[in-house]
């Protein structure tokens, strides 16, 4: 059996933990630049907030009804995930991490009642951590996300456990909110009848399922029949390509300006390829103004190929400063910069050419710079490229909480 615990409003629920007081109100978490709805509780959906509703458009509303907004804080989620992930470790020797805020356990072994495991896990997590969540059982993948999405309605651990409950189950799942069925298939599925999960495990004819929606969806369509099609893997899948991007609080005109946000980008994508033990052997950036904007949209994008792989921050630096000067032009209002890293190999099996040589130095420079910033908070340890005063480019972020977790200087205080 598998078991597939979900945060609930977990980045919501992160910014509750050391706020008691906002316990039964509404609460939401803005995306990037205080953009768009990306979190919020139960309270705030029965206000009719949407995901992805625009900020200013319900700014006046979240006033009106005393909705407590919060800029999103990525260095406390990550922490809190981190904590909820070592203790789900407790439960099963196999633990999937699908994203931030849930993860599949294989239970297989499990000599428990298994609704009584799924309370005992609940229950730990809420004292332990203090984040609510959703626990769902059953035999696949597929089915374990139904339970959880029904247990997350009822704030019960739901276990489907035989071929009745399963079926019951899957009538009162929408097509829309099975997992995998996307917005594209889900309009393909209703014009074929499909309007609940359960039509579409009933669905009698395989080789039209497969041929309209691919291999994948036959896989669903027989994990909801209790055929497991997707094993659980304790290894984290690498990428194959990064991207670091993000738009300005304010549009930017100055090249040097533009290179600083650059090297930030940079640095970040490079530490997330040495973090997966990872070298890449292409850099593009991009530089572009804002699709909304009084003037015409422009858009610059340049790349680099490499003869050989690297996970070099200062190496990636300097060649993207030269992309920079390859594609910038003056009285451009930029709103956004970003980098990828392509072609990306496994540092492992990656063969030096006769003539490489490994630079020793500048690996034990970038480890370090990584053990640092991971111990003492991100860009402790920098390239000078990135600057020092940041205003002019950085996130906007007007109601952002302390990093409770990840800061000296941000410590909970008891009043």
Known sequence: MIALVDCNSFFCSCERLFRPDLKNKPVVVLSNNDGCIISRTQEAKQLGLKMGGPYFEIKSFCRKYDVHVFSSNFSLYTNISDRVMSTLEKFSSLVEIYSVDEAFLDLSTCQNDLKVMGKKIKQTIDQEIGIPVGVGIAKTKALAKVANYLAKKSDEVVVLDNEEVVNDALKLVPIEDLWGVGRQNQIKMKALGIMTAYDFKNYDNEKHIQSVFTKTGLQLKKELEGISCFSLSKATPKKKSILSSRSFGQVVTSKEELKKSIAYHISLAAQSLRKQNSLCSQLYIFLRTSYYGKTEFHSKTTQINFSVPVDDTL?????????????????????????????????????????????????????????????????????????????????KQDFKSPRYTTSWNDLYKLK
């Open 315 to 395: 190496f990636l630096i300097e060649q993207g400063m030269k992309a920079v000067d390859k594609i910038y032009q003056q009285n451009i209002l930029y709103k956004k910069a970003g980098v990828g890293l392509e072609k990306i190999v496994d540092n492992d099996s990656y063969q030096l050419g006769l003539f490489d040589r490994p630079n020793n130095e500048r690996k034990t420079l970038m480890n370090l710079m990584d053990q640092i910033n991971n111990r003492e908070g991100k860009f402790t340890l920098k390239s000078m490229a990135c600057g020092v005063d940041n205003s002019l480019w950085k996130m």
